[in-house]
């Protein structure tokens, strides 16, 4: 392809983007494909010939379009809001045109300048102190499990250069709530832990962390011979946006020694807000933190936001350096690839730079403060309307209900079924999609609001979706 061409479709392709997010909100925003239905779309084998890109926005309406579910459609409630503002897609159109590996600093030296200032800017705008540097990474996952080897090191005096957690004496043991990501026990699993050195703590009746029952977890690990390690707090969990106690966390973590890791993923975005940081005080006494940009805040995925205290430890545990990546400026600019597991490093920071450009901090408080009014509408009307139920606070943007009808009242399996046919009706009915998940043995209706072009007409019409749903019986 030469760059006539290229200039031609990659007009043609921005037109069709545009147009796709003018008419987005005509879509059903689930799509109805079944599988295997886009598999059967394309050939079995590889084009043996170059075919050339002619008529790929067709293609593109034919083979891709059927397939896509819509997560920047005003009637997205499900999992949790992933925007992609249109100023982070040309970042990324960027990104990819220039092709620069951002692995070291003599590699593409404003990949790794430019990401050492928006990460600072990320840092000022959630009224963190300078106490904190950011690095880029692709996902939390990622991130927390950056953050659960770097634990581990601490613990264990560096056991990476000798024998590893096979040659410890005690075992390590990390900490969370039961009602945390995923990502933590994955993390602490594939860390080496193991899933005997796991403890997942019980929730209270807002569902955050119990410190009593972590404090008696940790006293009975160590009168056991085991060595606590790192503690997980959750601001903002996945079920439900609850907050775990961050501040008498972070206190217990102190006097233990324990490596205290916040998983803001989606909640971080809030904290750009000054009056809603009261969520994670306590958030100095943390060794490290994750909070997702590309959730929420709008900057397309991925780009997650990993904050440590103590940069030297970090590369200390990720640092490698072969003969054949040393250069000139070794010490005097970070080499980013020192900073997490992947070599290779994309210029992800230009999303971040080109969305906050776009919008500017006062923007997306605005944004903020839009989402949550919203959210906080959606509850009164839950609890003002007989047979519904909030099974959660809403200190975010996520509700948590379900529908209680009196003749199954008491009966979790038949409320579950029932509910799950709620979903399904909302769903299919193409203006809106939500998804569901299971609150310590109740299937509820998970409402995450927080889309770019959702509007308070938009959950209004959420609501009388799922009331009419609920009146089919």
């Given at each position: 392809?030469?760059?006539?061409?290229?200039?031609?479709?990659?007009?043609?392709?921005?037109?069709?983007?545009?147009?796709?997010?003018?008419g987005i909100e005509a879509r059903p925003v689930m799509s109805p494909v079944q599988p295997g239905e886009i598999r059967a779309l394309l050939p079995e084998a590889p084009p043996q010939r170059a075919e050339g890109l002619e008529g790929l926005t067709a293609e593109l309406d034919r083979v891709v379009m059927p397939g896509i579910t819509h997560?920047?459609?005003?009637?997205?409630?499900?999992?949790?809001?992933?925007?992609?503002?249109?100023?982070?897609?040309?970042?990324?159109?960027?990104?990819?045109?220039?092709?620069?590996?951002?692995?070291?600093?003599?590699?593409?030296?404003?990949?790794?300048?430019?990401?050492?200032?928006?990460?600072?800017?990320?840092?000022?705008?959630?009224g963190l102190s300078e106490a904190f540097t950011g690095v880029i990474h692709d996902s939390a996952s990622s991130a927390t499990f950056c953050a659960l080897l770097c634990a581990r090191e601490r613990a264990s005096s560096f056991s990476q250069a000798r024998s590893g957690l096979q040659g410890e004496a005690a075992p390590l043991v990390v900490?969370?709530?039961?009602?945390?990501?995923?990502?933590?026990?994955?993390?602490?699993?594939?860390?080496?832990?193991?899933?005997?050195?796991?403890?997942?703590?019980?929730?209270?009746?807002?569902?955050?962390?119990?410190?009593?029952?972590?404090?008696?977890?940790?006293?009975?690990?160590?009168?056991?011979?085991?060595?606590?390690?790192?503690?997980?707090?959750?601001?903002?969990?996945?079920?439900?946006?609850?907050?775990?106690?961050?501040?008498?966390?972070?206190?217990?973590?102190?006097?233990?020694?324990?490596?205290?890791?916040?998983?803001?993923?989606?909640?971080?975005?809030?904290?750009?807000?000054?009056?809603?940081?009261?969520?994670?005080?306590?958030?100095?006494?943390?060794?490290?933190?994750?909070?997702?940009?590309?959730?929420?805040?709008?900057?397309?995925?991925?780009?997650?936001?990993?904050?440590?205290?103590?940069?030297?430890?970090?590369?200390?545990?990720?640092?490698?350096?072969?003969?054949?990546?040393?250069?000139?400026?070794?010490?005097?600019?970070?080499?980013?690839?020192?900073?997490?597991?992947?070599?290779?490093?994309?210029?992800?920071?230009?999303?971040?730079?080109?969305?906050?450009?776009?919008?500017?901090?006062?923007?997306?408080?605005?944004?903020?403060?839009?989402?949550?009014?919203?959210?906080?509408?959606?509850?009164?009307?839950?609890?003002?309307?007989?047979?519904?139920?909030?099974?959660?606070?809403?200190?975010?943007?996520?509700?948590?209900?379900?529908?209680?009808?009196?003749?199954?009242?008491?009966?979790?399996?038949?409320?579950?079924?029932?509910?799950?046919?709620?979903?399904?009706?909302?769903?299919?009915?193409?203006?809106?999609?939500?998804?569901?998940?299971?609150?310590?043995?109740?299937?509820?209706?998970?409402?995450?609001?927080?889309?770019?072009?959702?509007?308070?007409?938009?959950?209004?019409?959420?609501?009388?979706?799922?009331?009419?749903?609920?009146?089919?019986?």
């Amino acid at each position: 392809m030469d760059t006539e061409e290229f200039r031609r479709i990659g007009h043609e392709l921005i037109d069709w983007i545009a147009a796709y997010r003018e008419g987005i909100e005509a879509r059903p925003v689930m799509s109805p494909v079944q599988p295997g239905e886009i598999r059967a779309l394309l050939p079995e084998a590889p084009p043996q010939r170059a075919e050339g890109l002619e008529g790929l926005t067709a293609e593109l309406d034919r083979v891709v379009m059927p397939g896509i579910t819509h997560w920047n459609h005003p009637g997205w409630f499900a999992y949790f809001p992933s925007n992609s503002d249109l100023s982070s897609v040309l970042a990324d159109l960027v990104c990819a045109g220039l092709g620069a590996q951002g692995m070291s600093w003599q590699t593409s030296p404003a990949a790794t300048e430019v990401e050492d200032v928006v990460m600072d800017w990320l840092r000022q705008m959630l009224g963190l102190s300078e106490a904190f540097t950011g690095v880029i990474h692709d996902s939390a996952s990622s991130a927390t499990f950056c953050a659960l080897l770097c634990a581990r090191e601490r613990a264990s005096s560096f056991s990476q250069a000798r024998s590893g957690l096979q040659g410890e004496a005690a075992p390590l043991v990390v900490y969370a709530s039961d009602q945390g990501h995923s990502s933590i026990p994955k993390a602490a699993l594939l860390a080496g832990f193991g899933k005997d050195n796991l403890r997942l703590i019980e929730t209270d009746e807002d569902h955050a962390l119990r410190l009593d029952l972590l404090e008696q977890a940790i006293q009975a690990d160590l009168s056991a011979g085991r060595k606590p390690c790192a503690l997980v707090a959750a601001i903002g969990t996945t079920g439900t946006t609850a907050l775990d106690p961050l501040e008498g966390m972070a206190a217990l973590a102190q006097r233990h020694g324990l490596w205290l890791h916040v998983d803001a993923a989606m909640a971080g975005t809030a904290f750009v807000c000054p009056e809603l940081r009261w969520m994670w005080a306590g958030i100095e006494g943390a060794d490290s933190l994750v909070l997702n940009p590309h959730k929420w805040m709008g900057a397309g995925f991925d780009l997650s936001a990993y904050f440590v205290r103590d940069p030297e430890h970090l590369i200390r545990v990720m640092g490698t350096n072969p003969s054949y990546l040393r250069t000139a400026q070794d010490g005097l600019a970070r080499n980013l690839r020192d900073w997490g597991i992947p070599l290779g490093r994309r210029f992800r920071a230009l999303k971040l730079w080109f969305f906050l450009k776009a919008h500017g901090v006062e923007g997306l408080q605005a944004r903020i403060r839009r989402d949550l009014g919203m959210a906080a509408w959606l509850a009164e009307q839950v609890d003002g309307a007989p047979h519904w139920e909030r099974l959660a606070p809403v200190p975010l943007q996520t509700v948590c209900v379900r529908h209680v009808p009196t003749a199954l009242a008491g009966d979790e399996t038949a409320l579950a079924a029932h509910n799950r046919t709620l979903a399904d009706r909302v769903n299919q009915g193409g203006r809106c999609y939500l998804t569901s998940s299971v609150l310590k043995g109740r299937l509820m209706l998970r409402l995450s609001l927080g889309a770019q072009a959702t509007e308070p007409r938009h959950v209004a019409l959420l609501w009388e979706e799922l009331q009419r749903a609920a009146d089919q019986g």
